[in-house]
């Protein structure tokens, strides 16, 4: 299932919470896994970032 649509660059739309984790997950990364959970750490909790791209918040 691979036409014209390749791009490892998609945009990251969820994020895991998970503090020892914290990645960053788009779509593809999700069809990888049964439900919604991190498919790294097993975190059933994730954020939605926005869909916008472009801006990047930095307030560390
Ligand atoms: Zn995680």
């Known amino acids: 299932m691979s036409e014209a649509f390749s ?4 945009p990251k739309m969820y994020k895991c919470i998970n503090k ?3 990645a ?4 593809a990364d999700l069809e990888n896994v049964q439900g ?6 097993g975190g ?9 791209d ?4 930095s307030c560390e």
């Open 7 to 10: 791009t490892d660059d998609e």
């Open 20 to 22: 020892e984790c914290k």
């Open 24 to 27: 960053e997950l788009s779509l």
């Open 36 to 41: 919604v959970k991190c498919p790294f750490c």
């Open 44 to 52: 059933r909790v994730l954020i939605k970032l926005r869909a916008q």
């Open 54 to 57: 472009g801006k990047r918040v």
